[in-house]
């Protein structure tokens, strides 16, 4: 094994530099200093950072930040009011189609954050929930982003009602939802209720978000036994696919 | 099934949504194009640049749903307004760049031309670097033999929509609520103003004709092209306020606050413009009030292309969530002087109230709040001039799906705010103005019932919290007056 590359070492330090405090600028000078080292060393660094995209400077021979092209690679992170806008569209459409609530939810540590919310069209009372909690284990919105997610969130699955799923039959569920591309609950968080979502991809297919309709089962089931009705499917999974467009995650 | 196709020609982009029956969007394809600075204040478009994208916005929305021309009952056009353009009638090249709306050259010429109000009774408009009839003056003045080729009808004079319909059709018109931009046409007769027209020394043979809002203009590749409004006026009309006392305010690059009329003017005595709704064919017209705000979605741009604390726009909220309040910061963005009420063209942006205590997350704060300040100062002043107080402001554009602009805008104007189901009501208007004259749709009554609330957000402020920042936000405008000298370019 051969021992660490000093370059690479020291291009980290000058990413770390950069990255500390955000949209931070800093001048050749100024990482020199800092880090101790020569001028002409800090600056073949920097150039050679810039051709790749990991720094940039606003003019020429002006200081340094953060690249556009770290952001891109760093995470499958996607800044969730940055999500609620590209999906405004396609979410307000898949309302009108579905004649039902849409919302659009990410991963927030064990939970589905609810970052967009179309109210069901019918101009009932409804309250904005965008921000809420919902749990992944009981929800569409949650096994769509699970099943194509990197792990399975830690902590014991509570069960809602008495078809919430047990841990087996959740594995068994996923496969399934990955297989198909889509997920449903039926009765799942409450009694009564069924949703339906599919998965939102970032330009690298990663799956960043899922798009989904809920309401009471006898709107989106042919009987209460039976899976969501096939056509609101169809317009779930238009919708992810149109949002995921708009990421650049599919062609047209 | 036949679908509408609207192309909104706006600031930055061009586009093209396709609209099914129901109101929804099937299509969407946009294009950028340059924004062309020559000097501080002066904005210019190249309107040949713009005609080549709205071609490929019209090609690429109908291939991105799979659909052919023939699939198309009409073309609607909305676009942004005031943007003057002129043109040689035989060859079809521009004569100069496009003077956009934001552009503040004029303001010497405006000036000149005396009391602000001098055209307001006739035009329902100040006198403002804004309108097109003085950015025409303008090129008139500047670009060497225009007048003289004008004088023998070789060139022609439009805004963006007439720009769009010549290259369309063919046909040299304008539509009753992009005329009513220019400065020169009369409110009450809805035709040019001989006076308005001497007034700003134009020669009558460029102008285009004055048609409604909605009648087929022409055709472009057998498709009718049934439909201009502007910008605002569109998203009044997608929004669906035919009735008097109905309005909507809509975030873009700006912020204009609009309410129906009815059948009659009404003058403002508070920094309103009085300003065409919109025409449908034969019908009498429907006047508008407007608030115009001049920078709102335009603030955010800046804080991410010139401060570079954000990357995107929708981050402004992510930002501005890492602190709970303005930190006492106030931002009003007077880039190009004010705009309604105020109409003060001496004044610049400030950021007042700065300690060593504001962070970045303050600074996010107080650009999106500026956008409701605003607001604010826009619905006090159409509540003033109409005498009844708004119960309920409906919001569209980019900017509402920024939740946290939407809850402080409800916050500080004490009323529900609430966003349709379709935020793209300027493309849905230029769509339905479109549709309604092919008979596409049925009448404003089968509009209507399209329209639905997507969301709602109620107001949760302490009064004596809004009160206060109220109080602190005027102060901050005071301090934007005045401060543009003679001297100064």
Known sequence: ?252 | MAYIAAIDQGTTSSRCIVFDQAGGIVSVAQREHRQIFPKPGWVEHDASEIWTNVQAVVRDALSHASLSLGDIAAFGITNQRETTVVWDKATGEPVHNAIVWQDTRTDALIRQLGDQDRFRERSGLPLATYFSGPKLRWLLDNVEGLRARAERGEVLFGTMDTWLIWNLTGRHVTDVTNASRTMLMNLETLDWDQELVDAMDVPHEMLPEIRSSSEVYGTYEGVPVASALGDQQAALFGQTCFEPGEGKCTYGTGAFLLINTGDQPVHSQNGLLTTVGYKIGDEPAAYALEGAVAVTGALVQWFRDKIGLISSAAEIETLARTVDDNGGAYFVPAFSGLFAPHWRSDARGVIAGLTGYISRGHLARAVLEASAWQTREVVDAMNADSGVDLTTLRVDGGMTANNLLMQFLSDVLDVPVVRPIVAETTCLGAAYAAGLAVGYWSGTEELKANWHKAAEWEPSMEPAARARGYRKWKKAVERTVGWMDEDDD
């Not at chain 1, 931070?24 to 000078?29: A, D, F, K, M, W």
């Not at chain 1, 004649?99 to 919310?117: F, P, S, T």
């Not at chain 1, 919430?164 to 198909?180: F, G, Y």
């Not at chain 1, 209720?193 to 309709?213: F, M």
């Open chain 1, 1 to 252: 094994m051969p021992g660490p590359i000093q370059s690479i070492q020291r291009a980290a330090e000058v990413l770390k530099l950069l990255a500390h405090g955000g949209a931070h600028q800093l001048s050749v000078g100024e990482i020199a200093r800092a880090l101790d080292l020569a001028k002409p060393t800090v600056h073949g660094i920097l150039r050679t950072l810039q051709e790749v995209g990991f720094v940039e400077q606003e003019v020429e021979g002006g200081k340094y930040r953060l690249g556009a092209a770290l952001f891109q690679i760093g995470t499958s992170y996607l800044d969730g009011n940055e999500l609620r806008a590209k999906a405004l569209n396609w979410s307000d459409t898949l309302a009108m189609r579905a004649r039902e609530a849409v919302r659009i939810g990410v991963m927030h540590g064990k939970h589905v954050l609810v970052v967009h919310h179309v109210f069901r069209p019918d101009n009932s009372r409804q309250t904005l929930d965008t921000g809420a909690l919902l749990p992944w284990n009981a929800t569409a919105l949650g096994k769509a982003l699970v099943a194509f997610g990197d792990n399975w969130p830690d902590g014991d699955l509570q069960a809602f009602t008495r078809h919430t799923l047990d841990p087996e039959q959740l594995h068994a569920d996923m496969n399934v939802v990955r297989d198909r591309d889509w997920a449903y609950d039926l009765h799942e968080l409450v009694e009564g209720e069924a949703s339906v979502a599919a998965p939102i991809r970032d330009r690298r297919g990663v799956v960043v978000g899922a798009i989904g309709i809920s309401g009471p089962v006898e709107r989106l089931c042919d009987s209460p036994d039976l899976p969501p009705r096939l056509e609101l499917v169809s317009y779930v999974r238009e919708a992810a696919r149109s949002v995921s467009r708009e990421l650049g995650g599919l062609s047209w």
